[in-house]
């Protein structure tokens, strides 16, 4: 006689501030795991779930497709749901393994000396530190899970099998040319696409191709460390230049401009201040690139967030000389887990830097790229950009108002027109003696993330706090700035 499927022994609090299908998903596999659910068990249809859950159907099937793709429950077309037979958390029997009788110290080059000797310096949260308020961590209650591990699915099933091209999977380049001709204004083809591991690959790879050691190249003041510190790993020596309202000028640095021949700059939202590069300031910038026989790398890491009107057109636009290499991320617009991130060439350029890949590579990783270029085909990535700009909007109002409401005497955010973070600056009652690093060290330990805007300076800081709010669910904004204004006011 067919076993018919379990009872659930989960149940769902509509008034829990934790989504439902997250409740359901969690609820499923802690079952799983405590064998309150046993391996094989036939799991009820979602239709029937729904009804005794009281909840929708689309909740059911979410929490569903999720376990699945995560290797918790197993699903053919035609038959039911089932707990797998082998668990995602199975481990094998460990072994004995003989210790060692002594332990080597490791032979350091002097650049290896140098890092392990540095400061460590924290400018991303860390996976232990919570979402309030950590730089870099795009909205994941907003991904849509269940069509990514259908993608993801299918090209474990259908994918290519071939060794990774070096430039990046031909689907996702073509597909990352069409969308930035659409939602960018970036005229291109997939054959001027490169899709690479992150910016300080990027930057490594143009810097040793295009200029020689010793060379000098512009970064902005304030700026991203990682971009100077990947200039100076290729041997270039990277040159602060200050950044205004207007973004980056080369307007009277005389000596600084004649010796560069590479400037990076964010010029659709400065990180981190969040200044936007003025057309004039754009024009100038490209005039030098021509004139010079530099390059430009445009930076666009979250250009297209942006809430009050259209998303700003990308330097690239204006560049009529094939001087600007565009330099774009998936990490922060949909998954950090991703890992990739892409250049799109001057023309001029693409067949140098294919020669440069084949030669020295490595590739990029090639689980993923199939899928997301049918994320980006299919319009999710357009669809997942509008809903999470305006959430985002909404968020970044709710720390804005937050912190007019509990925190206005110790410190000053003011709305920035796009991005994902905002700058607390010291209030009237922001005790004197309290350094932005240590603000941070003391609301890390009051479970609050935040990152020093010291610590983007080369120069003289100006001291605050980089504030990022896209991970944040509204309801938990208030109560973590009321916990930011207590922290730093005990610190008086």
Same mark, same amino acid.
């Given at each position: /006689?067919?076993?018919?499927?379990?009872? %659930? $022994?989960?149940? %769902?609090?509509?008034?829990?501030?934790?989504?439902?299908?997250?409740?359901?998903?969690?609820? @499923?596999?802690?079952?799983?795991?405590?064998?309150?659910?046993?391996?094989?068990?036939? &799991?009820?249809? !979602?239709?029937? /779930?729904?009804?005794?859950?009281?909840?929708?159907?689309?909740?059911?099937?979410?929490? &569903?497709?999720?376990?699945?793709?995560?290797?918790?429950?197993?699903?053919?077309?035609?038959?039911?749901?089932?707990?797998?037979?082998?668990?995602?958390?199975?481990?094998?029997?460990?072994?004995?393994?003989?210790?060692?009788?002594?332990?080597? /110290?490791?032979?350091? !080059?002097?650049?290896?000396?140098?890092?392990?000797?540095?400061?460590?310096?924290?400018?991303?949260?860390?996976?232990?530190?919570?979402?309030?308020?950590? %730089?870099?961590?795009?909205?994941?209650?907003?991904?849509? *899970?269940?069509?990514?591990?259908?993608?993801?699915? =299918?090209?474990?099933?259908?994918? $290519?099998?071939?060794?990774?091209?070096?430039?990046? !999977?031909?689907?996702?380049?073509?597909?990352?040319?069409?969308?930035?001709?659409?939602?960018?204004?970036?005229?291109?083809?997939?054959?001027?696409?490169?899709?690479?591991?992150?910016?300080?690959?990027? &930057?490594?790879?143009?810097?040793?191709? &295009?200029?020689?050691?010793?060379?000098?190249?512009?970064?902005?003041?304030?700026?991203?460390?990682?971009? =100077?510190?990947?200039?100076?790993?290729?041997?270039?020596?990277?040159?602060?230049?200050?950044?205004?309202?207007?973004?980056? !000028?080369?307007?009277?640095?005389?000596? @600084?401009?004649?010796?560069?021949? %590479?400037?990076?700059?964010?010029?659709?939202?400065?990180?981190?201040?969040?200044?936007?590069?003025?057309?004039?300031?754009?024009?100038?910038?490209?005039?030098?690139?021509?004139?010079?026989?530099?390059?430009?790398?445009?930076?666009?890491?979250?250009?297209?967030?942006?809430?009050?009107?259209? $998303?700003?057109?990308?330097?690239?636009?204006?560049?009529?000389?094939?001087?600007?290499? *565009?330099?774009?991320?998936?990490?922060?617009?949909?998954?950090?887990?991703?890992?990739?991130?892409?250049?799109?060439?001057?023309?001029?350029?693409?067949?140098?830097?294919?020669?440069?890949?084949?030669?020295?590579?490595?590739?990029?990783?090639?689980?993923?790229?199939?899928?997301?270029?049918?994320?980006?085909?299919?319009?999710?990535?357009?669809?997942?950009?509008?809903?999470?700009?305006?959430?985002?909007?909404?968020?970044?109002?709710?720390?804005?108002?937050?912190?007019?409401?509990?925190?206005?005497?110790?410190?000053?955010?003011?709305? /920035?027109?796009?991005?994902?973070?905002?700058?607390?600056?010291?209030?009237?009652?922001?005790?004197?003696?309290?350094?932005?690093?240590? =603000?941070?060290?003391?609301?890390?330990?009051?479970?609050?993330?935040?990152?020093?805007?010291?610590?983007?300076?080369?120069?003289?800081?100006?001291?605050?706090? @980089?504030?990022?709010?896209?991970?944040?669910?509204?309801?938990?904004?208030?109560?973590?700035?009321?916990?930011?204004?207590?922290?730093?006011?005990?610190?008086?």
């Amino acid at each position: /006689m067919a076993r018919g499927p379990l009872p %659930l $022994p989960v149940s %769902l609090d509509p008034a829990a501030p934790t989504p439902l299908h997250v409740q359901l998903r969690e609820g @499923l596999r802690a079952a799983i795991l405590d064998r309150r659910l046993p391996r094989g068990a036939r &799991l009820p249809a !979602s239709r029937v /779930m729904a009804a005794d859950l009281g909840c929708a159907r689309g909740t059911v099937v979410l929490a &569903l497709e999720q376990l699945i793709a995560e290797g918790y429950l197993t699903a053919r077309s035609g038959s039911a749901t089932r707990v797998a037979a082998l668990l995602p958390d199975d481990t094998p029997p460990r072994t004995q393994v003989a210790e060692p009788t002594g332990t080597a /110290m490791p032979s350091l !080059s002097r650049r290896g000396a140098r890092l392990v000797a540095a400061p460590a310096r924290r400018f991303m949260a860390g996976p232990g530190v919570p979402d309030a308020f950590a %730089l870099g961590r795009p909205a994941l209650d907003a991904f849509p *899970y269940a069509v990514w591990a259908r993608l993801l699915q =299918a090209e474990w099933r259908h994918g $290519p099998a071939e060794r990774p091209d070096p430039r990046g !999977s031909p689907a996702l380049r073509a597909a990352i040319a069409t969308y930035l001709a659409q939602a960018r204004g970036v005229a291109c083809e997939a054959d001027d696409v490169i899709v690479t591991a992150g910016i300080r690959q990027s &930057l490594r790879l143009l810097a040793e191709l &295009l200029l020689d050691p010793g060379e000098t190249a512009l970064v902005e003041e304030p700026g991203f460390p990682g971009i =100077a510190q990947a200039l100076a790993s290729a041997g270039l020596r990277p040159i602060p230049i200050p950044v205004g309202p207007g973004g980056l !000028s080369v307007t009277g640095i005389g000596p @600084l401009l004649r010796d560069a021949r %590479l400037a990076v700059v964010t010029p659709a939202h400065h990180y981190p201040l969040g200044h936007v590069m003025s057309l004039e300031n754009r024009l100038d910038l490209l005039a030098w690139a021509e004139a010079a026989s530099g390059w430009i790398v445009e930076d666009d890491y979250d250009g297209a967030y942006r809430y009050a009107g259209r $998303p700003l057109a990308p330097l690239r636009a204006l560049d009529r000389g094939g001087r600007v290499i *565009y330099v774009g991320s998936f990490s922060k617009l949909l998954l950090p887990a991703l890992g990739l991130s892409y250049l799109v060439l001057p023309r001029g350029l693409v067949a140098p830097v294919n020669q440069a890949l084949a030669e020295i590579g490595p590739a990029p990783p090639g689980i993923g790229q199939w899928a997301l270029a049918r994320f980006i085909e299919d319009g999710h990535l357009a669809g997942h950009l509008r809903r999470t700009r305006r959430l985002y909007a909404l968020r970044q109002e709710a720390l804005v108002e937050a912190a007019r409401r509990h925190a206005a005497d110790v410190m000053n955010v003011a709305p /920035m027109e796009g991005g994902m973070h905002v700058i607390a600056r010291p209030g009237p009652a922001w005790p004197n003696a309290l350094g932005d690093a240590e =603000a941070v060290a003391r609301l890390g330990r009051a479970g609050i993330s935040a990152v020093a805007l010291s610590a983007y300076h080369v120069g003289p800081p100006e001291p605050g706090l @980089l504030l990022g709010y896209a991970a944040v669910p509204e309801r938990a904004i208030e109560p973590a700035v009321r916990c930011m204004a207590e922290t730093l006011r005990a610190a008086g």
